[in-house]
């Protein structure tokens, strides 16, 4: 069983800053990919980021420039610094662990931008 916790999410004005973190437990592989997906209401799970385990990065064009995903140095830790927040980065955020193509979800965090 593997365990994905996501922390971090919350109510930010436009243009504001959140840090989403997510920590994977339990029956942890060696090596994996870890990213961010979110889902706003209505609408299909789409992808935020992706990094491998050797740190290449992958973002989905509507937040280029605005957020950075990263690893922390035990590689189970994975965050998403997001930055110049928009009303359409609303969502919940999903945390991904996938490791021979096999995805593993955490549960969402609720971001939500507005004034």
């Known amino acids: 069983q593997v365990q994905l916790v996501e922390s971090g999410g919350g109510l930010v004005q436009p243009g504001g800053s959140l840090r989403l973190s997510c920590a994977a437990s339990?029956?942890?592989?060696?090596?994996?990919?870890m990213g961010w997906y979110r889902q706003a209401p209505g609408k299909r799970r789409d992808l935020v980021a992706t990094i491998t385990y050797g740190g290449s990065r992958n973002y989905a064009d509507s937040v280029k420039g605005r957020f950075t995903i990263s690893r922390g140095s035990a590689k189970n830790l994975v965050l998403l610094q997001m930055n110049s927040l928009k009303p359409e980065d609303t969502a919940v955020y999903y945390c991904?662990?996938?490791?021979?193509?096999?995805?593993?979800w955490g549960k969402g965090t609720l971001v939500t931008v507005s004034s």
């Open positions: 339990g029956s942890i592989f060696s090596i994996y990919d």
């Open positions: 991904l662990l996938r490791h021979v193509g096999i995805d593993y």
